[in-house]
Nanobody, 115 residues
Framework: QVQLVESGGGLVQPGGSLRLSCAASRNLLGTYPMGWYRQAPGKQRELVAAITSAGNTNYADSVKGRFTISRDNAKNTVYLQMYSLAPDDTAVYSC?????????WGQGTQVTVSS
């Protein structure tokens, strides 16, 4: 069993930045692929960013150049650094980790971009 706990969400003005964190309960971040999804009210869930066990990353087109996913294995934590935030980035952001055939999720953290 793996537990993921996100933090770092909140209210930010357009053009601002936030860093989300996702801490795992077990020391396995470097072994399995992880990522972040987001879901806004009335919209489908969207894969925002992902990082493989080899450290390769990929991003949704809508966030390329603005968001960066990274991992600190010593702290069992994955980060999502978000810059140049816009109202369309408003959503609940959830991290996940794929362990074998299973996928574990965090509880989600709200990001609201508004003036």
């Amino acid at each position: 069993q793996v537990q993921l706990v996100e933090s770092g969400g909140g209210l930010v003005q357009p053009g601002g930045s936030l860093r989300l964190s996702c801490a795992a309960s077990r020391n396995l971040l470097g072994t399995y692929p992880m990522g972040w999804y987001r879901q806004a009210p009335g919209k489908q869930r969207e894969l925002v960013a992902a990082i493989t066990s080899a450290g390769n990353t990929n991003y949704a087109d809508s966030v390329k150049g603005r968001f960066t996913i990274s991992r600190d294995n010593a702290k069992n934590t994955v980060y999502l650094q978000m810059y140049s935030l816009a109202p369309d980035d408003t959503a609940v952001y959830s991290c996940y980790i794929k362990v074998g055939l299973g996928t574990y999720w965090g509880q989600g953290t709200q990001v609201t971009v508004s003036s």
